[in-house]
């Protein structure tokens, strides 16, 4: 099946400083979904990329969808405790099956 | 948030107990998921419900047994459990399980320990 490599597994970071996680695919993908779960808590979607190249922010947040559409990444700037979790990509290859493959995830620890 | 929930959220049960894992999505939705989330093997999906049709099952062990009576519940039947069962079950609902992809909503879980 579908594999969906998502590195780092872990990251500590200072509040302030900034933070990314890479996901791959040996595949090409028809769209990428990126979620976030707080410790204790459930995954939350964050957003959606589907076009080669896209760029999509939230805040601090950039989304970016590579150009053979076989990777993302989610960076994050000048990171806050509030950040703390770990951050899922969701995967669906072109042609392949409609439901997503996540990756393992990153668990960002932000020391204040 | 409410959109999806489930009960219980703490189960403990021995191996030889039978019990029954539910959610309930109150979005509208036509497609339900079962996950399962240990710390080896995050969000493993288990089991996909459209239309209350099961669409896909990957290769779950017997002991987990779902029912989708209608689009808006999902069960997960356990009996006969193991050790290595003991995990985060997590019930997701999207508008739709086929044609565009759609975002998952989450409840917020049951966590099993199984001893």
């Known amino acids: 099946g579908q594999q969906v490599m998502q590195i780092p597994q872990y990251q500590h970071v200072q509040e302030g400083e900034d933070f990314t996680t890479y996901c791959n695919s040996s595949?090409?993908?028809?769209?990428i979904q990126w979620y976030k779960q707080r410790p204790g808590g459930h995954p939350v979607f964050l957003i959606q990329?589907?076009?080669?190249?896209e760029v999509k922010k939230q805040k601090r947040l950039t989304f970016q969808f590579g150009e053979a559409k076989k990777n993302s990444s989610l960076h994050i700037t000048a990171t806050q405790t509030t950040d703390v979790g770990t951050y899922f990509c969701?995967?669906?290859?072109?042609?392949?099956?409609?439901?997503?493959?996540f990756g393992r995830g990153t668990s960002l620890i932000v020391h204040p | 948030e409410t959109g999806v929930t489930q009960t219980p959220r703490h189960l403990v049960m021995g191996m030889t107990n039978k019990k029954s894992l539910k959610c309930e999505q109150h979005?509208?939705?036509?497609?339900m998921y079962w996950y399962k989330q240990s710390a080896k093997k995050p969000l493993e999906l288990m089991f996909v419900?459209?239309?209350?049709?099961?669409?896909e099952n990957n290769s779950v062990p017997s002991r987990f047994s779902p029912e989708c009576p209608n689009s808006s519940h999902l069960f997960l039947h356990l009996h006969t459990l193991q050790p290595e069962d003991s995990a985060l079950y997590l019930c997701?609902?999207?508008?739709?399980?086929?044609?565009?992809?759609?975002?998952?909503?989450f409840g917020p879980g049951t966590r099993l320990t199984v001893t």
């Open positions: 419900y459209s239309l209350e049709e099961r669409v």
């Open positions: 997701a609902s999207s508008q739709a399980a086929s044609g565009d992809s759609y975002e998952q909503y």
């Open positions: 595949t090409t993908l028809s769209n």
């Open positions: 979005l509208g939705h036509n497609a």
């Open positions: 990329l589907v076009k080669s190249g």
């Open positions: 969701a995967a669906r290859a072109l042609g392949g099956s409609y439901i997503p493959t």
